[in-house]
């Protein structure tokens, strides 16, 4: 069974940083491109980052370019992120995603139960 | 980057009912958009990729229609179980974006 478990959610002050951690099992993690994807409090969904297998490749939305930045440890089946630079925005439920790429179409077929990042003072 | 809208935003419905939602995309993306559905306080769950492929294990009475800016989910039958908000996703190019969401509750 597919289990994507996120953690290090925690109410940290404006300029703070925070490393969220996403442990995988049920699957070969370092078969697949992984995402973070949040969601701030009442709102809509946002997709945040995504990497690719061997770590090589990495895109994020622009809202948070140079500020956060996704890794992965593929020995222990474990996705980051590192938020640095923190503001009230970035208020979310963080979800961790796996990638599905099936031929040309890419979506995220499996979901972490997702982890509370609140910034407040 | 690519904008999403959906309509309605809202909708109310019976057991039985037929429901639509529309998606529609600020260009074209080819067939590279999908479905989720979200129940409050859980994570979202992927109904449809590829613009008209039905994710394994979903109920067949969803589908999905379109290509280019404007796409379509339709419940054929809506079931209690079927009450939640649903977003689609674009996958044409970073950064993934994704629509408002549509919200679907009980009439």
């Known amino acids: 069974e597919v289990q994507l478990v996120e953690s290090g959610g925690v109410l940290v002050q404006p300029g703070g940083s925070l490393r969220l951690s996403c442990a995988a099992s049920?699957?070969?993690?370092?078969?697949?491109?992984m995402s973070w994807v949040r969601q701030a409090p009442g709102k809509g969904l946002e997709w945040v980052a995504n990497i690719k297998q061997d770590g090589s490749e990495k895109y994020y939305v622009d809202s948070v370019k140079g500020r956060f930045t996704i890794s992965r440890d593929n020995a222990k089946n474990s996705l980051y992120l590192q938020m640095n630079s923190l503001r009230a925005e970035d208020t979310a439920v963080y979800y961790c995603?796996?990638?599905?790429?099936?031929?040309?179409?890419?979506?995220?077929?499996?979901w972490g139960q997702g982890t509370l990042v609140t910034v407040s003072s | 980057d690519i904008q999403m809208t959906q309509s309605p935003s809202s909708l109310s419905a019976s057991v039985g009912d037929r429901v639509t939602i529309t998606c529609r995309a600020s260009q074209s993306i080819s067939s590279y958009l999908n479905w989720y559905q979200q129940k409050p306080g859980k994570d979202p769950k992927l109904l449809i990729y590829?613009?008209?492929s039905l994710q394994s294990g979903v109920p067949s009475r969803f589908s999905g229609s379109g290509s280019g800016t404007d796409f379509t989910l339709t419940i054929s039958s809506l079931q209690p179980e079927d009450f939640a908000t649903y977003y689609c996703?674009?996958?044409?190019?970073?950064?993934?974006?994704f629509g408002p969401g549509t919200k679907v509750d009980i009439k």
């Open positions: 995603a796996r990638d599905r790429i099936v031929g040309v179409s890419y979506s995220f077929d499996y």
């Open positions: 590829a613009a008209s």
């Open positions: 996703q674009q996958s044409y190019r970073t950064p993934f974006t």
């Open positions: 049920g699957f070969t993690f370092s078969n697949y491109w």
